[in-house]
C-alpha cells in the first residue's frame, strides 16, 4: 500500500470518528434559537441533552445556565432557583454564575420571599459591581425597599445604581422609582427634580406620563392645589391613554375641591365615569360625586352617586363614609328603616373587622335613640366582638353596651360589662400585680395596645415593685410580636442595667438576639447566643435554645454547610434537647440543600418511622417523603407515603396536597379508579380545595392518553361545577382538543367558533389558544420520482470519473428510493471509501436499510452522517428523526427536528419537513399548545405547504 493511500485511510478514520462525536455546537445554537423564540420546552429539552451528555464541554456550564432561564420564564420560580442553584455547586467558576444568583434573587422576589431577594440583591452589587446586571439588581432591592416602605434605604439604592450607572438601559425606570421614594420620604423638592428629568424627554417610552403623574402628585403634597390641577388635567389630555389617565383625573378633581372649584371637580370625575370603565376606584369616584352633589343641595344626584358606591368595584375604605353621608341624607327625610338596611348591607360585605365595629356601633346607636335597647345591646355586644387590640373606643363600646343591657332590664348583664370597664379601664390606682396580670392577658390575647399600657403602668407607678423589670421585658416582647423589633431590641438592651442576677441577664441576652435576628443582625444575635452558651452549666435550657439558633442562623443565612454542622452539634450536646425533633428535621433539610438527597431523605424517614417524634415535624417528615418520592417518579413509594400522612394527619395543613400527590401516583400507575377515588375524599373532607381541579384534570389528560374518550369527557363535565370563570375557557379548549382527538372535527370546530364569538371575559385570554386550535390541519403526502432511466442515460455519457461516480451515487439513491435495494446496495458499497463520496453513500446506504427494515443500521449511518460537517449534515438529521418517530422514541425525535427549525432556515425544504413533523411530534407527546405552535408557523412559512393537510390527515388517521 503506497504513503498516499495509508494517508488517506487515516485521515478517513478520524473523519468517522469525528462523525460519530456528538455535536454539542450544533445542539446549542438550536437551543438558543428556541430560547430566543420563547420556546422554553424545546430549548430545555435541548439543553438538557447536552449537560447530560457534555457536561464538561464548552457548553455545559451555558447549557445548565440557561436550563434555570426556562423555568423563570415560564414562571416556575422553584424549579428556576433549584436549576440555578445547581449551576454554582456544578460549576463554581463559570461566567454564568453572576447571571444566575441575579435570577435566583429575582425568582425569590417573584415567590414572595423579599429578604431573600433582597439580600441575594445586595449581595451581587458588592460581588459583581462592574456586571451589567447590577444596576438592574440595585432597581429590584430598591423596588422591594418600596414595597415595605423602607423609603430611606430605597432612595439610597436607586441613587447609587443612577451615580455609578448613569448610562444602564433602566436608568429611567430608576429615577421614576427615585423620585417616587423622595415623594413617600416627603423630600418633594429632590421628587421632582427627578420627575422633571423625565417630563423633559417628553417621551411616553422614557416614562414622562408617569413622571408627569407623580410630578403633580408631589405639587398637590405641598399644597399647590392649582398647579396639581393644571398638571393633572394637561397629562390625562396628553397621554389619555396612559394607565394614570384616571387617576390623574382623579387628583385633578380633588386639587379642584381643594380650591373650591366644585365645577371643575364634577367634570373630572364624570369624565372618569364616562370614560374609564375599568377605572379600580370607581367607588372613590362616585363618593367623591355624592360628596359634591350633597354640598351643592342636590340630595336626590348625591343619593344616587352614593348608591353606585355599594355596587361598584374598587376600594372599599370609602364604603363607611359613603354611607355615613347616605345615612344623613336618609335621617334627615325621617327614613330610619332605610338607614338600618344600609347598615346591615355594609355590614354583610364589610371584611375589615374594625369598620365592620364602626358600623355595628352606628347601628346600635340608631337602635337606641329609637328605643330598641334590646336589639341595641346585641349589636354592641357583636360590635365589642369585633373590636381589636387597642381600638380607643373599646372602652366606650362596653360602657354603651352596659347601658343598653340596663335600659332593657339586663342588669346582672350589665353589671358584668361595668366590671369589664372597671378591669381594663380603670378611674383608680390598681396594684402593680394587676396592671401586670392585665398586661399579661391582652399579651397574649394579641392586645398588643391594651398590654404595653399596662405594662407602662407598672413602670410608671411601680418603678421599685418586683413586676417591673417582668413588665419592662414585657413591654419589649410586645414590640416584638407586633414586629417592631428595633424597638423591641433597644427596650431589651436598657434592661442590662437593671438585670441584676445572673438569671435576668441571660433572660435578656436571649430575648436581645431573638430581636436582633429578626432585625437581620445575625452578628450581633451570633454574640448573644454565644455568651448564653458559655454559661451552659448554669443555664442549660437556654444553653439549648442558643445552640439551636445558631445552627438556625446558618439555615437562614443559606450556609447549609455549617448548618449541617450546627444541627449535628446540637444532637450531640444535647440529645433530650427540647428541639431534637426540630434539629433532626432541618439536618435533614440541610443535607437536601446541599445535593445530599439520600441523606436527606434517610434522616426524614428515621422521623417518619420515629413514633416519639414530635407531631409538627413527624407530619412535615411524612409529607416532605411523599414529595421527593413523587418528584423522582417513585409513585408506590410517593402513594404510601401520601397515604400514611392522611391516616395520621386527616386535618392536617398539607392535606389537600397529600390528597393530590395520592391521586397523581395513582394515575401514574395506571390505577385510575382508586385516583377518582381519592377525588370523591377530598371532595368529602375539603369541598373547596383548589386541589380537586387539579386531580380531575390529570384524570382527564390520563384518559385522554389512553384513548378513553368518554371518560374523559366524563371528568370535564364534571370540572365544570367547580372551575372558576377564569378557568372556564381553558376548559372548553381541553374539551374541543379531545373531541379532535377523538375525530369529532365537527363538535370541536362548534366549540372554537362559539369560543372566538363569545363575549364572555372568561373566554378572552383563551382566544389566542383556540384560533391556534382550531387552525389544526394534517394532512401528509410523499411523491417519489423515478431517476433509474436518468442514471442510465448518464452512466456512460462521461469520461471524467468523479462525475461518473457521482452519477453512480445518484443510481443508487434513485434505487432506494424505487425499492430496489438489492441493486442499490450493489451501486453504494463501493462508494463508502472514497472520501468525496462518503457522506453521500452513507446517507444512500442509511435510506437502503431504511427500506429494508432494518433501523438500526439505518440509524447508525445516518448519525455518522449528521454529526459531520457535511452539506448531508442536516438531511441525516431529518433522516435520523424519522426513525426515532418510528421508534416511538418522541424526544429524541422532537431534539432532532429542533436542530433543524432552529439551524436550517436556509434549506427551505428540509426547514418545511422538520416544522411539520415537530408538529407531529408534540402531537405524539400530548403537548397540543406546543403543536398548534409549530403549524402555525408552518402556515406562515409555508402557506401552500402540502404539510398543512398531511397534519390534518394524520390527526384524524391517529383519532
Known sequence: MNLYKKILLFLFAVVLLYAQAFSARLTFRAAMSAFNEKDYYTARLLLQEIVHKDPLGEFGDDSAYHIGLTYFYEGKYPAAIFELNLLGRDYPDSPFSPNAEFY??????????????????????????????????????????????????????????????????????????????????????????????????????????????????????????????????????????????????????????????????????????????????????????????????????????????????????????????????????????????????????????????????????????????????????????????????????????????????????????????????????????????????????????????????????????????????????????????????????????????????????????????????????????????????????????????????????????????????????????????????????????????????????????????????HARAVMDIARMDSGAKKFENAAASSVRYLSLYPQGDDAEEAHFILAGSYIEMNRMEEAYSVYEQLTASRPGSSYRIEILRELSDAYRRQKQYEKASEILKQMEGIVPDTGRGELELSRASMLAEKGDIAAATGIYRNMLASGKKSDAAWKGEAILQYLQLLLLTRDFASAISVTEEYKNAVEDEYVKQQVQLFRGRALTETGDYKAAIETLLPLRSNPSFSAEARFSIAATYAGLGNRDQALDYYLQVAAAEHPLQKDAMLKTGEIYLEMEEYEKAQREFARLIYTASDRSDLYEKAIYYSAYTFYKLKRTSDADRMKKKLKTEFPQSLFIKKIEEIETNEN
Open 104 to 617: 435566583i434573587a429575582e425568582s425569590h422576589y417573584y415567590s414572595g420571599k423579599l429578604p431573600q431577594a433582597l439580600q441575594m440583591h445586595h449581595n451581587f452589587v458588592r460581588e459583581y459591581p462592574e456586571h451589567a446586571l447590577a444596576p438592574r439588581a440595585l432597581y429590584s432591592s430598591g423596588y422591594i425597599y418600596l414595597e415595605q416602605k423602607k423609603y430611606d434605604m430605597a432612595a439610597a439604592d436607586f441613587e447609587r445604581a443612577i451615580r455609578e450607572y448613569p448610562s444602564a438601559e433602566n436608568i429611567a425606570s430608576l429615577r421614576l422609582q427615585l423620585g417616587i421614594a423622595w415623594y413617600n420620604l416627603k423630600d418633594y423638592a429632590r421628587a421632582k427634580k427627578e420627575f422633571e428629568i423625565l417630563i423633559e424627554k417628553a417621551d411616553k417610552a422614557m416614562l414622562s406620563d408617569a413622571a408627569s403623574f407623580w410630578f403633580g402628585r408631589c405639587e398637590y403634597a405641598e399644597g399647590n392645589y392649582s398647579d396639581a390641577k393644571n398638571r393633572f388635567a394637561d397629562l390625562a389630555e396628553t397621554y389619555p391613554d396612559s394607565v394614570h389617565a384616571p387617576e390623574a383625573l382623579y387628583f385633578a378633581a380633588l386639587s379642584a375641591s381643594r380650591i373650591n372649584d366644585s365645577a371643575a371637580s364634577l367634570q373630572y370625575l364624570r369624565r372618569i365615569e364616562n370614560d374609564y370603565p375599568d377605572y379600580p376606584q370607581r367607588r372613590e369616584v362616585y363618593f367623591r360625586i355624592g360628596q359634591i352633589e350633597y354640598a351643592e343641595n342636590q340630595p336626590s344626584e348625591a343619593e344616587t352617586a352614593l348608591r353606585k358606591v355599594f355596587s361598584a368595584s374598587g376600594e372599599a375604605s370609602v364604603i363607611p363614609p359613603a354611607a355615613d353621608l347616605l345615612a344623613e341624607i336618609l335621617a334627615k327625610q325621617n327614613r330610619a328603616a332605610e338607614v338600618l338596611e344600609l347598615y346591615d348591607q355594609v355590614l354583610k360585605d364589610q371584611k375589615d373587622n374594625r369598620e365592620k365595629q364602626v358600623m355595628l356601633s352606628k347601628k346600635a346607636s340608631l337602635l337606641y335613640n329609637l328605643k330598641r335597647y334590646e336589639e341595641s345591646a346585641k349589636v354592641y355586644e357583636t360590635a365589642l366582638s369585633q373590636t381589636k387590640a387597642g381600638d380607643s373606643d373599646e372602652a366606650e363600646l362596653t360602657y354603651l353596651h352596659a347601658q343598653s343591657l340596663y335600659r332593657s332590664g339586663l342588669t346582672d348583664k350589665a353589671k358584668q360589662s361595668l366590671n369589664q370597664v372597671h378591669k381594663k379601664f380603670p378611674s383608680s390606682s390598681f396594684r402593680a400585680d394587676a396592671y401586670y396580670l392585665a398586661g399579661e392577658i391582652d399579651y397574649y390575647a394579641s392586645d398588643f395596645d391594651s398590654a404595653l399600657q399596662n405594662y407602662q403602668k407598672v413602670i410608671r407607678f411601680y418603678p421599685t415593685h418586683a413586676r417591673s423589670f417582668e413588665a419592662a421585658m414585657g413591654i419589649g416582647w410586645t414590640y416584638f410580636e407586633m414586629k417592631q423589633y428595633a424597638r423591641s431590641a433597644d427596650q431589651f438592651r436598657s434592661l442590662f442595667k437593671s438585670a441584676n442576677t445572673d438569671a435576668r441577664t441571660i433572660q435578656v441576652r436571649m430575648a436581645l438576639a431573638s430581636a436582633e435576628y429578626n432585625l437581620q443582625r445575625f452578628d450581633k444575635a451570633i454574640a448573644e447566643y454565644k455568651a448564653v452558651i458559655q454559661q451552659k452549666k448554669q443555664f442549660p435550657e437556654q444553653a439549648q435554645e442558643a445552640g439551636f439558633q445558631l445552627a438556625w442562623i446558618d439555615y437562614r443565612n443559606r450556609n447549609y454547610d455549617k448548618s449541617l454542622a450546627g444541627f449535628m452539634q446540637y444532637r450531640h450536646d444535647f440529645p433530650e434537647g427540647k428541639r431534637i425533633q426540630e434539629a433532626r428535621y432541618f439536618q435533614a433539610w440541610s443535607h437536601y440543600r446541599l445535593g445530599e438527597t439520600e441523606a436527606a431523605r434517610s434522616l426524614l424517614q428515621a422521623i417518619a418511622d420515629d413514633s416519639t417524634a414530635n407531631g409538627i415535624f
